[in-house]
């Protein structure tokens, strides 16, 4: 027993040895948090210079070509100053175009979060085959837009679309879906709604899962109803997650393209031409790539200031401090 119980010997040179590292780096001392920091750093450096150069370089040339006569006729970068610039000023079909696609994303947006909201809080609570029901609403998200917006196209024909139909069971007019301005416009908002609103339902669902229980405990102790508490508890809760996924489908809903494309082809006239499209008609079908490039960078400009504003407008609203 005394044989077992004795423990080998460890000699001093050994034990300074195997201490030396922990003396040397320590996680609270300022050498070894300069030391990890260093490493983070190298670790990083090759993602963080591919990332700008896939940022950067675009960016950079599009702001060249914007100061040159690129187009069929003239290729090169050829410098002409501010004209594109000035050209754009007075382009009142862009202006246009960029108030349209405002009004689209607005009201799309707005539309989505109710539904996508309701419907969260639909397959949140203890229903029947609420695992079917999340996996039904996801669907529409799911499909290749460019397929579905077909689909859709073939819903809102005049003659031949069930859409007219369903107005008939109802006594009210047939709706020239394509071709009339105010009915274009609406066809293209259902498009986006029914595209879009699972994207909004699967954010709001995740926070709706990961917000604390006690506060619901409180309100039912109150005697608090399903509104009160809703407005009270749960709304105030949702709060910094509404606001990331407004601006999430806001920055999505600017970049509407293929909806439009497939469905109308920004038409009739100019009714549903946003300034997506528009700059795809000026630079990719009268190939006037200079020009195209200002309108891409003004479009850039306008949209990350407004986005901040916006974004501090929603922080007041439902966070109730300034960002």
Same mark, same amino acid.
């Given at each position: 027993?005394?044989?077992?119980? *004795?423990?080998?010997?460890?000699?001093?040179?050994?034990?300074?040895?195997?201490?030396?590292?922990?003396?040397?780096?320590?996680?609270?001392?300022?050498?070894?948090?300069?030391?990890?920091?260093?490493?983070?750093?190298?670790?990083? %450096?090759?993602?963080?210079?591919?990332?700008?150069?896939?940022?950067?370089?675009?960016?950079?040339?599009?702001?060249?070509?914007?100061?040159?006569?690129?187009?069929?006729?003239?290729?090169?970068?050829?410098?002409?100053?501010?004209?594109?610039?000035? *050209?754009?000023?007075?382009?009142?079909?862009?202006?246009?175009?960029?108030? *349209?696609?405002?009004?689209?994303?607005?009201?799309?947006?707005? &539309?989505?979060?109710?539904?996508?909201?309701?419907?969260?809080?639909?397959?949140?609570?203890?229903?029947?085959?609420?695992?079917?029901?999340?996996?039904?609403?996801?669907?529409?998200?799911?499909?290749?837009?460019?397929?579905?917006?077909?689909?859709?196209?073939?819903?809102?024909?005049?003659?031949?679309?069930?859409?007219?139909?369903?107005?008939?069971?109802?006594? %009210?007019?047939?709706?020239?879906?394509?071709?009339?301005?105010?009915?274009?416009?609406?066809?293209? $908002?259902?498009?986006?709604?029914?595209?879009?609103?699972?994207?909004?339902?699967?954010?709001?669902?995740?926070?709706?899962?990961?917000?604390?229980?006690?506060?619901?405990?409180?309100?039912?102790?109150?005697?608090?109803?399903?509104?009160?508490?809703?407005?009270?508890?749960?709304?105030?809760?949702?709060?910094?997650?509404?606001?990331?996924?407004?601006?999430?489908?806001?920055?999505?809903?600017?970049?509407? $393209?293929?909806?439009?494309?497939?469905?109308?082809?920004?038409?009739?006239?100019?009714?549903?031409?946003?300034?997506?499209?528009?700059?795809? &008609?000026?630079?990719?079908?009268?190939?006037?790539?200079?020009?195209?490039?200002?309108?891409?960078?003004?479009?850039?400009?306008? $949209?990350?200031?407004?986005?901040?504003?916006?974004?501090?407008?929603?922080?007041?609203?439902?966070?109730?401090?300034?960002?």
């Amino acid at each position: 027993m005394a044989d077992r119980e *004795r423990q080998p010997a460890v000699s001093p040179e050994f034990e300074s040895a195997a201490e030396t590292p922990a003396r040397r780096v320590r996680l609270g001392s300022p050498a070894g948090g300069s030391s990890l920091r260093r490493y983070q750093l190298y670790f990083l %450096l090759p993602g963080l210079i591919v990332l700008l150069l896939i940022i950067l370089f675009p960016l950079l040339f599009t702001i060249r070509v914007s100061f040159s006569s690129w187009s069929s006729s003239a290729p090169g970068l050829n410098w002409i100053a501010a004209k594109n610039y000035e *050209r754009l000023l007075a382009d009142s079909r862009y202006w246009e175009s960029l108030l *349209r696609l405002a009004m689209l994303a607005a009201g799309t947006v707005l &539309i989505e979060y109710v539904l996508g909201f309701g419907l969260a809080l639909l397959v949140w609570r203890e229903v029947k085959a609420k695992r079917f029901f999340r996996v039904l609403f996801l669907v529409p998200m799911m499909t290749t837009p460019v397929i579905m917006t077909v689909i859709w196209r073939t819903i809102f024909h005049e003659s031949l679309g069930p859409a007219n139909e369903v107005l008939a069971l109802f006594g %009210l007019p047939a709706q020239a879906w394509l071709t009339s301005s105010p009915a274009a416009l609406i066809a293209v $908002m259902v498009v986006e709604i029914w595209q879009w609103t699972p994207f909004m339902l699967l954010l709001l669902l995740a926070g709706l899962l990961s917000l604390p229980k006690e506060p619901f405990l409180a309100a039912a102790i109150d005697g608090a109803g399903p509104i009160r508490t809703f407005f009270r508890v749960t709304l105030p809760l949702m709060g910094p997650i509404s606001v990331g996924a407004i601006i999430i489908r806001l920055i999505e809903a600017s970049k509407i $393209m293929e909806t439009v494309y497939v469905l109308t082809s920004g038409g009739p006239g100019t009714a549903t031409e946003t300034s997506s499209f528009y700059i795809y &008609i000026r630079g990719l079908r009268d190939f006037q790539i200079g020009y195209a490039a200002s309108l891409s960078f003004t479009y850039l400009v306008i $949209m990350i200031v407004s986005l901040t504003f916006i974004a501090k407008a929603l922080n007041r609203a439902f966070v109730g401090r300034r960002v």
